[in-house]
């Protein structure tokens, strides 16, 4: 949801060496998702826990890394966005291998939804008790990430190695 486009395809070309255009077409399907953050009247609220560890090594290009930095820091003043950035090695230690989404629907009734980004599968959780085991991770990152109003500094300290 915060990838810059270049960024967005060095990862995908990383990940999945593929086609060009198969290439192209994920990094457009990653752009498109992004809409949800800017669309009219209600956008999506997002609220993000980055891992240090990933702003610190790089996935690309400095230059791409900088403009990447430069985004999640420009996303950070959206009313609609919370960026927190866990200190190196919590995130490992509390949630484990690869990305956890979590999607709370504003719709009564819906059950939450998980989603398990994993280097070569994608993990969608049903049970209500591992529902509610992701949300104890998210709200223990939460809790021990620094605060969000901290996020565009931390950032530009990363930002400044690059």
Do not use: K
Request: net charge positive.
């Amino acid at each position: 949801m915060l990838q810059t486009e270049d960024y967005a395809r060095d990862l995908v070309r990383r990940l999945r060496p593929e086609s060009e255009a198969e290439v192209e077409r994920r990094v457009e399907f990653r752009m498109r998702r992004q809409r949800v953050l800017r669309r009219r009247p209600r956008p999506l609220n997002l609220w993000v826990v980055l891992d240090e560890g990933a702003l610190w090594r790089p996935a690309c290009a400095p230059a791409t890394m900088r403009m990447q930095i430069r985004h999640i820091i420009e996303q950070c003043r959206r009313p609609n966005v919370t960026i927190q950035i866990a200190p190196l090695g919590i995130s490992g230690q509390v949630a484990g291998d690869g990305s956890l989404t979590l999607v709370r629907f504003p719709q009564q009734g819906l059950q939450d939804m998980v989603y398990l980004e994993r280097p070569d599968n994608a993990v969608y959780p049903t049970r209500r008790a591992e529902i509610e085991h992701h949300w104890h991770i998210f709200n223990t990152l939460v809790t021990e990430a620094a605060p969000p109003e901290q996020t565009p500094r931390v950032l530009a300290r990363i930002l400044s190695t690059y």
